[in-house]
């Protein structure tokens, strides 16, 4: 089922607020990594929970291109709302 | 960013570590008395993470058998399987593979990381779907990302989780490639294959089973999970490798699929790495003839699992869920994994220790790997230094 970005970006700031360490502030622009401290495979496993949330496969492959929390809030409203 | 800028947190790290006097990521082993007994920094130490489940790295007819081959081949191919590097003694341990496990066609790479990385990169292109454990070697992981093909995680040993996600895949799922591992190196726990299989077969899918760690360890005559669990027939591809019960280093694949041949022409990493030296294939096949008779080495192994994890879980540390040759002891933070690594180092006994994002959860791991080259006296030393570093280790930083 299609979902607006911004439903799709509150549910992505929610689950990440829950992963980053106490007084880490979250932006859109916040670098996953480097800013918020996810490594790789939490970023992994909050994948396999979007998944769940939103119905959908999204290929880890997807993933080489995400830096940011906006970068990953982009990449599943596109395979959200291409998914049939 | 300058090229060598991304290695600034790495250098932190490391630095942190070596200034407790000893970096548990490269110990510098000396001098090898022993499959389980080495001098580390000049102190004489008890090898528990070496992965040498049967303990045949001194095994007398491997030796004798890489030694003749050293003399009568030389040192080294020179060449990969697909130019000049495919000696006999190579086809040879191919046929013997392949009998041992009752498949058709088997084939030998040089390690078991260019084993997974070759197999999957040339079973899987950009046009396929490959659903792999969370908990997933990284060979796994790089031989899919090689291929090029979508991939996709499921919960770590979860057959209801991988049946979700193959079913959202639709027409797709039919020609997917599911990748578990027989006992996973992290936690030491073993894949539920036979729930697996089923849900394989729901969909029509092919499944990979690596058996890096459970081969010579499990099953009757040593063949891993897949004979313990009576489904040798039922995987598609069975990866393995030699650098552990079979004390060498190689890899190998085998397969009933009459397609598995095509890898030799279709697989980058199998194509372009020399192949293994002679003496490495020779003392693998005598290896390979000791752990299907090896009923007895694998009693041993099984005694020492059983008493050292009851001991580990008595004493109030947190386990991985099973007994299991790999023990893994999970620890909250890395300061605590690296007092245990260190105060067991200081008791003389080498283990492993794996800081995140390599392991599950975000926790760090001091890890044994159990041999059954172990004597019981060893393995008393092993409990008891862990008993003693019981407190230490679960103190807050």
Same mark, same amino acid.
């Given at each position: 089922m299609?979902?607006?970005?911004?439903?799709?970006?509150?549910?992505?700031?929610?689950?990440?607020?829950?992963?980053?360490?106490?007084?880490?502030?979250?932006?859109?622009?916040?670098?996953?990594?480097?800013?918020?401290?996810?490594d790789?495979?939490?970023?992994?496993?909050?994948?396999?929970?979007?998944e769940?949330?939103?119905?959908?496969?999204?290929?880890?492959?997807?993933?080489?291109?995400?830096?940011?929390v906006?970068?990953?809030?982009?990449?599943?409203?596109?395979?959200?709302?291409?998914?049939? | 960013?300058?090229?060598?800028?991304?290695?600034?947190?790495?250098?932190?790290d490391?630095?942190?570590?070596?200034?407790?006097?000893?970096?548990?990521?490269?110990?510098?082993?000396?001098?090898?008395?022993?499959?389980?007994?080495?001098?580390?920094?000049?102190?004489? @130490? %008890?090898?528990?993470?070496?992965?040498?489940?049967?303990?045949?790295?001194?095994?007398?007819?491997?030796?004798?058998?890489?030694?003749?081959?050293?003399?009568?081949?030389?040192? !080294? @191919?020179?060449?990969? =399987?697909?130019?000049?590097?495919?000696?006999?003694?190579?086809?040879?341990?191919e046929?013997e &593979?392949?009998t041992?496990?009752?498949?058709?066609?088997?084939?030998?790479?040089?390690?078991?990381?260019?084993?997974?990385?070759?197999?999957?990169?040339?079973?899987a292109?950009?046009?396929?779907? #490959? +659903?792999?454990?969370?908990?997933?070697?990284?060979?796994?992981?790089?031989?899919?990302?090689?291929?090029?093909?979508?991939i *996709?995680?499921? =919960?770590?040993?979860?057959?209801?989780?991988?049946?979700? =996600?193959?079913?959202?895949?639709?027409?797709?799922?039919?020609?997917?490639?599911? #990748?578990?591992?027989?006992?996973?190196?992290?936690?030491?726990?073993?894949?539920?294959?036979?729930?697996?299989?089923?849900?394989?077969?729901?969909?029509?899918a092919?499944?990979?089973?690596?058996?890096a760690?459970?081969?010579?360890?499990?099953?009757?005559?040593?063949?891993?999970?897949?004979?313990?669990?009576?489904? %040798? !027939?039922?995987?598609?591809?069975?990866?393995g @490798?030699?650098?552990?019960s079979?004390?060498?280093?190689?890899?190998y694949?085998v397969?009933?699929?009459?397609? +598995?041949?095509f890898?030799?022409y279709?697989?980058?990493?199998?194509?372009?790495?020399?192949?293994?030296?002679p003496?490495?294939?020779?003392?693998?096949?005598?290896?390979?003839? =000791?752990?299907?008779?090896?009923g007895?080495?694998?009693?041993?192994?099984?005694k020492h699992?059983?008493?050292?994890?009851?001991?580990?879980?008595?004493?109030?540390?947190e386990?991985?869920?099973?007994?299991?040759?790999?023990?893994?002891?999970?620890?909250? @933070?890395?300061?605590?994994?690296?007092r245990?690594?260190?105060?067991?180092?200081e008791?003389?006994?080498?283990v492993n220790? &794996?800081?995140?994002?390599a392991t599950p959860? !975000?926790?760090?791991?001091?890890?044994?790997s *159990?041999?059954?080259?172990?004597?019981?006296?060893?393995i008393?030393?092993?409990?008891?230094?862990?008993?003693?570093?019981?407190?230490?280790?679960?103190?807050?930083?």
């Open positions: 299609p979902s607006s970005y911004e439903e799709i970006s509150t549910k992505i700031t929610s689950e990440l607020s829950g992963l980053v360490p106490p007084g880490v502030r979250l932006s859109d622009d916040s670098e996953l990594a480097t800013e918020l401290g996810l790789s495979f939490k970023v992994l496993d909050l994948l396999l929970d979007i769940d949330e939103f119905d959908i496969t999204m290929p880890v492959n997807l993933l080489a291109d995400v830096h940011t906006k970068d990953l809030v982009d990449k599943i409203h596109e395979v959200v709302n291409s998914s049939p | 960013m300058s090229l060598f800028a991304k290695f600034q947190p790495l250098a932190q490391r630095e942190a570590l070596l200034s407790q006097g000893v970096d548990p990521f490269g110990a510098p082993i000396e001098e090898i008395y022993s499959p389980t007994e080495a001098r580390i920094n000049g102190k004489k @130490t %008890i090898l528990a993470g070496t992965n040498n489940y049967l303990g045949l790295t001194f095994d007398k007819k491997c030796l004798d058998a890489a030694h003749a081959a050293i003399d009568e081949q030389g040192t !080294g @191919t020179t060449g990969s =399987r697909m130019a000049n590097g495919s000696f006999s003694g190579h086809r040879a341990l046929k &593979i392949a041992f496990y009752t498949c058709e066609k088997a084939i030998v790479f040089t390690t078991g990381y260019q084993a997974n990385l070759a197999v999957i990169s040339g079973l292109n950009n046009e396929d779907v #490959i +659903l792999i454990d969370a908990d997933s070697h990284a060979s796994i992981y790089d031989g899919c990302q090689l291929s090029g093909a979508d *996709v995680r499921f =919960r770590h040993n979860n057959p209801d989780d991988l049946h979700k =996600r193959l079913e959202r895949l639709g027409e797709r799922a039919a020609n997917a490639l599911i #990748i578990i591992e027989g006992i996973y190196s992290m936690l030491g726990d073993r894949a539920r294959i036979r729930e697996i299989i089923e849900v394989k077969k729901s969909f029509g092919f499944l990979l089973v690596d058996e760690h459970s081969l010579g360890v499990l099953g009757e005559k040593g063949r891993g999970l897949v004979e313990e669990a009576g489904v %040798i !027939g039922e995987a598609d591809f069975i990866v @490798t030699f650098s552990k079979l004390a060498s280093t190689g890899g694949c397969s009933n699929h009459p397609q +598995l041949d890898i030799r279709a697989s980058r990493p199998y194509v372009f790495t020399a192949s293994s030296p003496s490495v294939i020779a003392s693998t096949r005598e290896a390979l003839r =000791r752990i299907e008779k090896g007895d080495l694998r009693a041993t192994l099984w699992t059983n008493r050292l994890y009851k001991h580990l879980q008595d004493s109030g540390y386990l991985g869920p099973e007994p299991c040759p790999v023990i893994a002891a999970l620890l909250h @933070t890395r300061e605590q994994a690296l245990l690594w260190r105060g067991l180092y008791h003389g006994i080498y220790l &794996i800081f995140p994002p959860g !975000g926790k760090s791991l001091v890890r044994i *159990v041999s059954a080259a172990h004597t019981a006296e060893q008393e030393k092993i409990c008891h230094a862990f008993t003693t570093l019981a407190e230490t280790a679960s103190a807050s930083d």
